[in-house]
């Protein structure tokens, strides 16, 4: 229920900026969500204002989404045949979707760092695209890359994808915890937004801003007054607070349960659990039988059996569903804990 209440205000505070900036389609969304996720939210009165709005004269009509893009680009295919694609645009959908590993996706090594991502994602995406990709499946495409995307380029999900080999049990999870990306109303068009920046379908593409629709407001004040207002300075620190975070130094874990560029050197507990370390003087630093070792170890296999009993649950709940008969991670997880 927590999980819903913060996923709910963040929806009610994207649904008020863009009240503000004068998008009703794309505020009419988040408030309709915000609604679904927490009821109790007093958003009656803002969907009423919303639907009293009428569309001024000068603005144009918002950019469908691409399930609304779905739908009208099948109706007009029945009508018409006349989108053009070029045969290497074609190729490379039937490429992505002849793939289901995330890497493959991506077209990189488990060992690629999160920079490798992001430029594998700027690349892909661009090109699979359906605004600009008109082959057939280039929204199947497009969503196979956000996704390979939003799971690889974080930590936590990318580790467990890395030990499970599946991103079912992973997904589900955070559908459950979050509806923001992984639910029925998984848009891609949101995290190519936030990647470049700009609206969904563009084709020119702004750099990214922190702040969103406040920047206008601020722009305004800063306007409406003559010399040195106080307020906007308010305004800004927030701002260079996170800016100021991101070069803080933060403390780097001291192993992971999957090999990256960064934890390269291998170890194994005594129960036979895989991990891997930063430093190459992790024996001189915890000797092997010390205390500082035998903790760390002690973590290992606690993350280790977290998530396979994680994926343990999620299989026992498809099997009660008949989806599937055989539990490989309960049978994992029994023979660990037998060790």
């Not at 060992?111 to 661009?126: G, N």
């Amino acid at each position: 229920m927590d999980g819903n209440k913060d996923d709910a205000l963040k929806c009610l505070k994207i649904g008020k900026d863009a009240m503000r900036a004068g998008d009703r389609s794309r505020a009419l969304k988040f408030l309709e969500k915000a609604r679904r996720l927490d009821p109790s939210l007093p958003i009656d009165d803002l969907l009423s204002d919303l639907n009293n709005q009428s569309p001024s004269p000068g603005s144009t009509a918002p950019k469908p989404s691409l399930r609304q893009r779905g739908s009208s680009s099948s109706s007009a295919s029945s009508s018409s045949s006349s989108a053009s694609f070029t045969e290497e645009q074609r190729a490379i959908v039937r490429e992505i979707k002849s793939k289901k590993d995330y890497y493959e996706i991506l077209g990189l090594a488990k060992t690629s760092s999160v920079e490798d991502m992001r430029k594998a994602y700027r690349k892909l995406s661009l090109k699979v695209h359906p605004d600009k990709n008109k082959a057939p499946g280039s929204e199947e495409a497009f969503k196979s890359v956000s996704k390979a995307f939003q799971c690889l380029s974080n930590d936590d999900a990318r580790r467990k994808y890395d030990v499970s080999g599946s991103d079912e049990p992973s997904y589900q999870t955070r559908r459950r915890q979050h509806h923001s990306f992984y639910d029925d109303e998984f848009d891609a068009d949101e995290i190519f937004r936030s990647f470049f920046g700009g609206g969904g379908g563009a084709t020119q593409f702004r750099s990214f801003n922190f702040g969103g629709g406040n920047r206008a407001a601020t722009n305004q004040a800063a306007s409406d007054t003559t010399g040195f207002n106080p307020r906007v300075l308010l305004q800004l620190l927030p701002v260079v607070f996170i800016l100021l975070l991101n070069f803080m130094p933060s403390p780097q874990p001291i192993y992971s349960l999957s090999a990256s560029y960064q934890y390269e050197h291998k170890f194994t507990t005594h129960r036979g659990v895989n991990y891997f370390v930063r430093s190459a003087k992790f024996e001189q630093e915890y000797p092997i039988n010390s205390l500082e070792r035998q903790r760390v170890e002690a973590q290992v296999e606690r993350d280790y059996l977290s998530i396979l009993g994680q994926n343990c649950r999620y299989e026992l709940q498809r099997q009660q569903w008949g989806y599937v008969r055989e539990t490989p991670h309960c049978d994992m997880m029994r023979r660990f804990e037998e060790v």
